[in-house]
């Protein structure tokens, strides 16, 4: 005679042999992720044109950061702009923070001016900063791939447009 636990484990085998039988939609290689062409060919592939802002800098709109303390979008116009080396960055000429006031520009944060592998703070803008595109994008007109229902929650209003990062770098590390 069968016990009750063979019966119970053949029982829930059929159900899940069953239930994976019952599936009946297929998808083909084109619909699969988000580019909708053959997985195995880039013949086909066309990157969505991107349109970046063409606005002077001193006259674009500030854009809020994604979240607290992340790299703010580039507003304006980077043409040109984008050849840095560590003697040549035309970002600073209007970012530093004794320049930034005077033309209307978002200054470089204090946490540029901070050596993190020595802790000291710097009386200029540390040597691993110099590429601002590492961090930094201009801002394009593209429309999402995927509908982002992110909403960020910042501490302070003036976190919006503004890093406080030094100030808070070591929070939960203690």
Known sequence: MINTKTLIMGSLLSIVVATG?????????EELGLRKVDLYSEKT????????????????????????????????????????????????SCHLPEMAEAVKATPIPKSHFFDMRTQKVLTEMSSARYNCSACHVPQSANEPLVKNEFKPDYRQESEKSRSNLIDNLNEGVR
């Open 45 to 92: 592939v066309v990157g969505e044109p991107t349109s970046y802002s063409t606005v002077a800098a001193g006259e674009s709109k500030v854009i809020q950061r994604s979240y607290e303390n992340a790299p703010p979008l580039i507003p304006h116009d980077v043409e040109g702009m984008m050849d840095m080396t560590k003697e040549s960055n035309a970002c600073t």
């Open 21 to 29: 039988c019952a599936v009946t939609q297929s998808y083909n290689e």
